[in-house]
């Protein structure tokens, strides 16, 4: 569905925290990125035609990270008013594979945090208000 002239249209996008003993893995965004760029933000993308939040997930955890999730939980959703989008942020509390940056050309590294470790998410305090209540209930 077209966004009316003078409408700004809305994108739908998955986040995925990646938990392990009390760390959470990021990527770090490419410096050639549009939004963001050169900030470590978690793992994701744009939900494409026809395709649930769930399965967008999955697909960017194998695109972006080379693994494949076997569980997570919702965490909420967060309004990025910059690009702008909806952002469904889930926790990935199991997968299988060894996390390996799998996409360089949309991120210039990847690297667990703990919650002290944790770099600020660009402003999106309830990003990163999210990921601190997923680490600390891990």
């Known amino acids: 569905m077209a966004a009316s002239e003078g409408q700004v249209r809305i994108a739908r996008c998955v986040a995925g925290a990646i938990i392990s003993s009390g ?3 990021l990527v770090r965004r490419s410096p050639a990125a549009r939004y963001y ?7 994701g993308g744009h939900v494409e035609a026809g395709e649930s939040l769930e399965e967008a997930l999955r697909r960017e955890a194998r695109e972006e990270l080379g693994i494949e999730i076997e569980s997570f939980l919702p965490l909420g959703t967060v309004h990025d008013p910059v690009e702008p989008a909806d952002i469904t942020i889930f926790a990935v509390t199991a997968w299988r594979g060894e996390s390996v940056n799998a996409a360089p050309n949309e991120h210039s590294d990847i690297r667990w945090f703990s919650l002290a470790e944790l770099p600020d998410f660009s402003g999106l305090e309830a990003y990163r208000r999210l990921v601190v209540e997923a680490l600390e209930q891990s």
């Open 23 to 25: 760390e959470v893995l």
């Open 37 to 43: 760029p050169d900030v470590w933000d978690l793992f």
